[in-house]
Each structure stands twice: as C-alpha cells, then as structure tokens.
C-alpha cells in the first residue's frame, strides 16, 4: 500500500484549523543563542506566509524567508531558491 504525502485538498481547513489552533499555544523556551530561520512559501496552502510570519514574530531573533512562487515543499524544487536561502542565513550566523 502507498501512502501519499500530500493529503487532498479538502483536508486544508482542518488542518488549517489544527495549525491556527498550535500556534495560539505558549511556545516552549529555547536557547535564544540557536539561529533560527522560518521558511514558507509564497503559495503554502498549508502553512501560509501568514502563519510563518506568526511562528518568526513568536520566536525572538528570528529570521523569516518566504520563498516567491513556491508552495508546501519548496525544498523538493531544484529552482526553489531555498538552499541558496538556507546556505546565506548559515553564512550570517556561522
């Protein structure tokens, strides 16, 4: 049996929901010394540009990316950009 990865599209205001729900939630403490860069893409169904602005504004010292034509999985795309994004957040922080 195969399991899809992508779940169909009627799916998307439950898990809309289930995200909304997650992100109103306290966020645990972490090492505010770690780097972190928050990732989206541009036409994310699932995870809006929205919600990750939401996730960066909630994590202090953040850096947001949203990644310009890209939907859900824009690290599946070779011409997505995001390993040219990742590679410049590591310089900076490295």
């Known amino acids: 049996?195969?399991?899809?990865?992508?779940?169909?599209?009627?799916?998307?205001?439950e898990l809309l929901d289930e995200l909304t729900e997650e992100l109103e939630k306290p966020m645990r403490p972490f090492d505010p010394r770690c780097p972190v860069l928050v990732l989206g893409g541009e036409l994310d169904?699932?995870?809006?540009?929205?919600?990750?602005?939401?996730?960066a504004r909630a994590i202090a010292g953040s850096?947001?990316?949203?990644?310009?034509?890209?939907?859900?999985?824009?690290?599946?795309?070779?011409?997505?950009?995001?390993?040219?994004?990742?590679?410049a957040f590591l310089d900076r922080v490295a």
Request: proline content about 8%; overall charge negative; aromatic content about 6%.
């Open 1 to 13: 049996m195969t399991r899809a990865l992508v779940r169909p599209l009627s799916d998307y205001p």
């Open 45 to 55: 169904r699932t995870t809006t540009p929205d919600a990750v602005e939401r996730v």
């Open 63 to 87: 850096e947001i990316a949203i990644l310009d034509g890209m939907g859900h999985y824009p690290f599946v795309e070779s011409e997505s950009g995001v390993a040219d994004v990742i590679r």
